[in-house]
T-cell receptor, first 112, second 114 residues
Framework: EADIYQTPRYLVIGTGKKITLECSQT?????MYWYQQDPGMELHLIHY???????EKGDLSSESTVSRIRTEHFPLTLESARPSHTSQYLC???????????FGPGTRLTVT | GENVEQHPSTLSVQEGDSAVIKCTYS??????FPWYKQELGKRPQLIID?????GEKKDQRIAVTLNKTAKHFSLHITETQPEDSAVYFC?????????????FGGGTRVLVKP
């Protein structure tokens, strides 16, 4: 089934650990995005990608990094997790010139 | 960059009444304005969108209006039902530029009381 997937769904990790949040989509979309959202609050764009080997920083400063080696895969990495990184991270994708973005189910990250 | 402001932040309505959420944007180049609904614990989902060449769009009980001159757009929900309870986000984008990235408003928490 065409969809956008995120793993893990929940993650509790200690300060200083390196983590990678996975995002994959099977819809053939060229553009992908990462948002940070505290529950029920505003969505902040932290990274986006036009296509393979193209990544850009979003409007919210973030200590995370992303890569886009395959069209369907857009992982986000935190080299050293801190309690301030505790939040929900939503991945999204869109196709060509169409504006609609499809969101994944999110990863809820807690850094202790 | 684009700045989107959304009001009110919370809205409580009686079932069957109408709900109106308003957004303003700053970048006159923005040409695409979607609205997303996010139910508790779920992912945001597009419910309606409008492009700058259209002033109004309707889909069953929901409608969106756009005033390009004033740079504001609104979501109207008629005959509200308990399942309309959710957080609603407006957004603005320039399609064809910067990866079609969206700038979101702060969200409106809508509670429909039975």
């Amino acid at each position: 089934e065409a969809d956008i997937y995120q793993t893990p769904r929940y993650l509790v990790i200690g300060t200083g650990k390196k983590i990678t949040l996975e995002c994959s989509q099977t819809m053939g979309h060229d553009k992908m995005y990462w948002y940070q959202q505290d529950p029920g609050m505003e969505l902040h764009l932290i990274h986006y990608s036009y296509g393979v080997n193209s990544t850009e920083k979003g409007d919210l400063s973030s200590e995370s990094t992303v890569s886009r080696i395959r069209t369907e895969h857009f992982p986000l990495t935190l080299e050293s997790a801190r309690p301030s990184h505790t939040s929900q991270y939503l991945c999204a994708s869109s196709l060509g010139g169409l504006g609609e973005q499809y969101f994944g189910p999110g990863t809820r990250l807690t850094v202790t | 960059g684009e700045n989107v402001e959304q009001h009110p932040s919370t809205l409580s309505v009686q079932e069957g009444d109408s709900a109106v959420i308003k957004c303003t944007y700053s970048d006159s180049a923005s040409n695409y304005f979607p609205w997303y609904k996010q139910e508790l614990g779920k992912r945001p989902q597009l419910i309606i969108d409008i492009r700058s060449n259209v002033g109004e769009k309707k889909d069953q009980r929901i409608a969106v209006t756009l005033n390009k001159t004033a740079k504001h757009f609104s979501l109207h929900i008629t005959e509200t039902q308990p399942e309309d309870s959710a957080v609603y986000f407006c957004a603005a984008s320039i399609l064809g530029a910067a990866g079609n990235k969206l700038t979101f408003g702060g969200g409106t928490r809508v509670l429909v009381k039975p």
